[in-house]
């Protein structure tokens, strides 16, 4: 299998093994998570590696992908190619406990799965060159992978397990942390697969108690399970 370029039958492939890469440097202790931006970085670097570090390689933050009608945020967190004719867009969320707090759980899941919403918007648009999204996440936080006993929005599910079928449409929430519209899903399963879970809470990590979400493909069409 080519890994210098990025195509239809290699995409997947690299996008889990850079996260993978991400994740063993962090576990390590050789590489820092503080913020989403750094996860961003991270995989963007890692991605680069895989593919040799193509000339051809190209890769944008916070791209302007998004009418102001379309969207409340017109930015995509990342874009990447090596031809222009199979662009692949992602979308990345790193909810973390600070030290006084947790984050609002919430509401970031209800934009986790605007997130998803998004990108399927964005691959199934007319005339686009954006063939592939994926949707990466990484949190120390159990509330994003154990249901527990939601009474805000409970209809925000990224719990470990959690599926969504296909073209399932996730109706508005209610305020301050829902979203005010019905949210597309893409045309086939969407599946919340979280590994590491153990790892959340435990002092000895020093803070790298992560657990990581296995990256979710918005296609274009059926998309099979990995």
Known sequence: ?????????????LVVSALAAVRARVEAGDALLSSEDTLKFAFAWQLGRLLGFNDNYRFDFEVPAFAASESEDMFLDLLAFTDPRFRVAFEFKLPKASVSHNSNSTQTRA?????????????????NDIQVGYFICA????????????????????????????????????????????????????????????????????????????????????????
């Open 139 to 226: 949190t120390d936080e159990r509330a994003y992978v154990s249901e527990g006993k939601k009474r805000s929005n409970p209809h925000y599910k990224t719990y470990d397990g959690t599926s969504y079928p296909a073209s399932t449409i996730i109706e508005p929430g209610r305020p301050p942390n829902g979203i005010d519209r019905p949210l597309s899903f893409p045309p086939h399963d969407v599946r919340f697969a979280w590994e590491g879970i153990e790892n959340i809470g435990r002092a000895e990590l020093s803070g790298r108690g992560f657990a990581w979400l296995k990256p979710i493909k918005v296609s274009q069409g059926w998309s099979p399970a990995p």
């Open 111 to 127: 934009k986790i799965c605007r997130d998803i919403a998004r990108l399927t918007h964005l691959v199934h648009r007319p005339g």
């Open 1 to 13: 299998m080519a890994t210098d370029h990025l195509m239809a039958s290699n995409v997947h492939h």
